[in-house]
């Protein structure tokens, strides 16, 4: 296991496969021992974010096509 922290990319991808929870245990090791909690927290808010209104745009655009 190398001392390097995780890089942006990392951190994005740790984030969106602990969301899933398909997070690799080697992965989730690297992130604990290497990283800060604060950049995680913030991805974890904007991912959470995105996520929330791409669902509210699909929604409204499935009940568009649905007439109602």
């Known amino acids: ?6 890089t942006l990319w990392q951190m994005i991808l740790s984030v969106i ?7 690799s245990e080697q992965n989730r090791e690297r ?3 290497n990283g800060s ?3 995680y927290v913030l991805i ?3 991912t959470l974010i ?3 209104v791409a669902v509210m745009l699909l929604t409204r655009w ?3 096509l649905a007439g109602v």
């Open 1 to 6: 296991m190398s001392d390097q922290r995780p």
């Open 17 to 23: 496969s602990a969301m899933f929870g398909v997070q």
């Open 31 to 33: 992130d604990f021992t």
């Open 37 to 39: 909690l604060w950049p």
């Open 44 to 46: 974890g808010i904007i």
């Open 50 to 52: 995105i996520f929330i």
């Open 62 to 64: 499935a009940l568009s």
